[in-house]
């Protein structure tokens, strides 16, 4: 019921969490369209599916429009998945390996200074090159903050990316980052040692702001927007093929404006 309740459509599209392991596969076929043949991660595992031991445990969040022409890798029973977004909640986590993003950063220190919170991981995030626009990220938005509602998240985490493996290439877009979003002691979490990145590359002199933050990332401009903070340190992931941030969004830092598009929490 809790599932049911999640389904959300809009502009002729819905969003909703996958029903089966047949639909998990589609998510993981969409995943290996996306990252491997178009930004060129490392492949590992079965051939044409982008998947790990975390996808066992986590919920598939999909974005589905109606099915017009013949049916293709992304064809669903309701239609052609054009987006999904991996939510994995500390529940699931615990006792099966922690977190995907605790391979890149510290995260136990902020679990146990939270340990009365309910923690949420996102990741895994793609859409379809044609379906890029606002009404399919609109969607996986409302789809998360649906599901935070129903299961009563606090705070949300996980890696949001730079294309690349070279820090220096985003040396004003890290260092505005690290230097202007100012994380609250409580909520700092940093790089594992044997991965960490500076991010404070370059003088605050040397880039204007608000052209930095027009240039983010998509995800990231849209995690800032919200409210969100950021560990301390990057991390190169080779095998996707970026360097990779920590981004922390409790729910009670969220800007109160985006409840009258999403909800607000209770």
């Not at 392991?21 to 043949?37: G, I, N, S």
Request: proline share 5%.
């Amino acid at each position: 019921m809790r599932h049911e309740a999640l389904a959300f459509m809009r502009h002729h599209m819905k969003v909703r969490l996958a029903r089966s392991p047949d639909e998990v596969r589609v998510a993981q076929r969409l995943r290996y369209h996306v990252f491997h043949e178009e930004c060129g991660a490392v492949h590992r595992g079965e051939q044409g599916l982008d998947a790990d031991c975390f996808d066992g445990k986590s919920e598939h969040l999909l974005v589905i429009e109606p099915l017009t022409g013949e049916p293709g890798p992304f064809t669903l029973e309701d239609g052609t998945l054009v987006g999904t977004y991996r939510l994995i909640t500390q529940n699931k986590a615990q006792g099966n390996g922690g977190f995907y993003s605790a391979s890149e950063y510290d995260l136990q220190p902020l679990l146990r200074r939270h340990a009365n919170l309910r923690f949420l991981e996102l990741g895994r995030s793609c859409v379809l090159k044609r379906a890029r626009g606002t009404a399919v990220v609109e969607l996986l938005w409302q789809g998360i903050w649906n599901f935070v509602r129903i299961y009563k998240i606090d705070v949300m985490l996980g890696c949001a990316s730079f294309d690349g493996t070279d820090p220096t290439a985003h040396k004003t877009a890290l260092s505005f980052l690290s230097q202007k979003v100012q994380t609250p002691d409580v909520w700092h979490t940093k790089a594992l040692p044997e991965r960490f990145q500076d991010m404070n590359l370059a003088p605050e002199s040397s880039y204007e702001a608000k052209r930095v933050l027009a240039s983010l990332p998509p995800l990231i401009k849209g995690y800032l927007r919200l409210g969100c903070y950021f560990g301390e340190g990057c991390v190169i992931d080779h095998e996707f093929n970026t360097v990779d941030v920590l981004v922390i969004l409790p729910v009670s830092a969220i800007n109160p404006r985006y409840f009258t598009r999403f909800g607000a929490p209770a």
